[in-house]
């Protein structure tokens, strides 16, 4: 549990202020005091400043035979423009347990992008009074892993290109020395990613000299495609004139001018990599099978084939490591991998959840967030990210809005930045009731893979008690394990207790 000495008591003001100025009212405790509460020694941990840490997974090694945490997970009904709250309710949750019920406990929560932060989503680091600090650099560089990922990512695209423009101006002996160049002894050798390559193609011999001209051919040229090429470059911000653009067009390419494009670096397959990934050596194995596109053939060519698995795993080897934070209320975070739930599944990484199980111990409790709705982040969790990582969470929070279910009812249109329609600020119980069944449907959904699921409603200062009641036995009589009116966001953990204080709902 956490300590008197991390745990942090919060002087709340009403109305909420910006969550900025929220943050930046609290000074953040060294992280080296975080890590002393989770047993951390500073061996476990590499310092990036004052209040961030890279949590090495020789921790996991450390405790291999320990027994692990609870294990929770936190989605939501189908978004809207409004936005329901989940990374607010995942952190808001974590302080209620951490400082308010003894418990000892570890938020987990992606990395965000930067292009997002910088658009009219904003950040992700919760909000209000639970939030993770420092936010402002929780939501930009933190300690470098999209970076990694954006560098990896391109040097990769560069291979591709410069591997069509070699072999299409090479004979297949140029080629073959370039690739297998004698040393100054005269002597040839395969590296070992050579090996892959050559077992790949059915080739077993291990000596250079011993390949046959058609061999070499077959070996050295990957004869790949250009229009089969899947994989684009990658950058952190949102450039819409990047999404489509021409490549090539410098006299020394010698008019080898292709179309491809930029996409945003969390989209980056080394991303999805990167949060599925249980250990450095089942990443570089990952990273080597990725197809980039086809042979002329139609064969899949990956970046083994293309012999940069090492160097990608190289430029990722920190980025392996989950960064630890904390909370405004001190408790701790392990922040880690952000890849979309649209493109990719949408979660944290295995590696984070299974450090803070095993931290956390018998009787703590582990939280991570699923992103977007509970229909494609918490079952692509379920489907994807715990069928790799073997774990089985024990509940699941689905978080629901009286405004978000209003719209899901029928409400009228809402565009994020433009004030809201009276609809949303006024009582509406009809319409609330009308929009529950879409809460029904990601509580049946949740409930199929036997986790317990517990609906977390995220008040609002124009909710009524009719619409919360109305939320509350539409959950109920749909399956859920509980259903708790939350006020978090106005209250930090506090407002996470469900009996603390209790609320008054009746009319």
Not at 146 to 175: C, G, M, P, V, Y
Request: aromatic residues 6%; contains cysteine; glycine residues 10%.
């Amino acid at each position: 549990m956490a300590s008197s000495k991390t745990v942090r008591k919060l002087q709340v003001v009403s109305p909420v202020p910006a969550d900025i100025d929220i943050a930046n009212s609290v000074e953040p405790l060294h992280i080296s005091e975080i890590a002393q509460e989770l047993n951390l020694k500073p061996n476990h941990y590499d310092l990036y400043g004052k209040y961030k840490a890279k949590v090495l997974l020789s921790v996991l090694d450390e405790l291999e035979g320990s027994a692990d945490g609870y294990y929770v997970v936190v989605g939501g009904i189908t978004p809207t423009p409004l936005g329901e709250g989940k990374s607010t309710t995942t952190v808001g949750l974590c302080q209620a347990l951490g400082a308010f019920l003894d418990k000892k406990v570890v938020t987990c929560l992606r990395q965000p992008s930067q292009g997002p932060t910088f658009g009219i989503k904003g950040g992700a680091a919760g909000g209000g009074y639970s939030q993770v600090i420092p936010m402002d650099e929780f939501n930009l560089h933190l300690t470098g892993d999209i970076h990694a990922i954006t560098a990896a990512n391109n040097l990769l695209a560069a291979a591709i290109d410069t591997r069509i423009f070699h072999e299409a101006s090479q004979s297949d002996k140029a080629l073959f020395n370039r690739l297998c160049p004698p040393n100054k002894e005269g002597e040839r050798s395969f590296s070992n990613i050579m090996f892959r390559r050559l077992k790949k193609l059915g080739i077993s011999k291990t000596k250079p000299e011993d390949l046959t001209p058609e061999e070499i051919n077959r070996f050295a040229r990957l004869d790949i495609d250009p229009a089969s090429i899947t994989w684009r470059r990658v950058m952190d911000v949102n450039d819409r004139f990047l999404r489509k653009i021409t490549i090539g067009q410098g006299p020394e390419e010698k008019g080898m001018v292709r179309e491809t494009g930029f996409d945003i670096s969390v989209a980056s397959e080394i991303m999805a990599v990167l949060a599925l990934t249980t250990s450095l050596a089942d990443m570089r194995e990952r990273l080597g099978k990725m197809v980039i596109g086809n042979s002329k053939a139609g064969d899949p060519i990956t970046a083994d084939d293309l012999g940069v698995g090492g160097a990608l795993t190289v430029l990722m080897k920190d980025a392996i490591n989950p960064t630890l934070m904390q909370t405004l209320e001190g408790t701790p975070v392990l922040v880690h991998a952000g890849p979309f739930a649209n493109i990719a599944h949408g979660n944290s990484s295995i590696v984070a959840d299974k450090i803070a199980l095993k931290l956390v111990g018998p009787g703590g409790f582990v939280v991570t967030e699923a992103g977007f709705g509970a229909d494609i982040g918490a079952e692509k969790f379920m489907n994807i990210k715990c069928r790799y990582s073997g774990l089985t969470p024990q509940c699941a929070v689905i978080v629901a809005t009286i405004r978000a279910l209003k719209m899901h009812g029928g409400g009228p249109q809402v565009v994020a930045g433009k004030p809201l329609d009276h609809a949303y600020l006024n009582e509406n119980v009809a319409l609330v009731e009308a929009g529950c069944v879409n809460l029904a449907r990601h509580i049946a959904n949740t409930k199929a893979y036997g986790a317990n699921v517990v609906v977390a409603v995220n008040m609002f200062a124009t909710d009524s008690k009719a619409e919360l009641n109305a939320v509350r036995n539409a959950a109920m009589a749909a399956g859920a394990f509980d259903a708790v009116v939350c006020s978090h966001h106005a209250h930090g953990g506090k407002g996470a207790v469900s009996d603390l204080p209790p609320l008054d709902l009746t009319n």
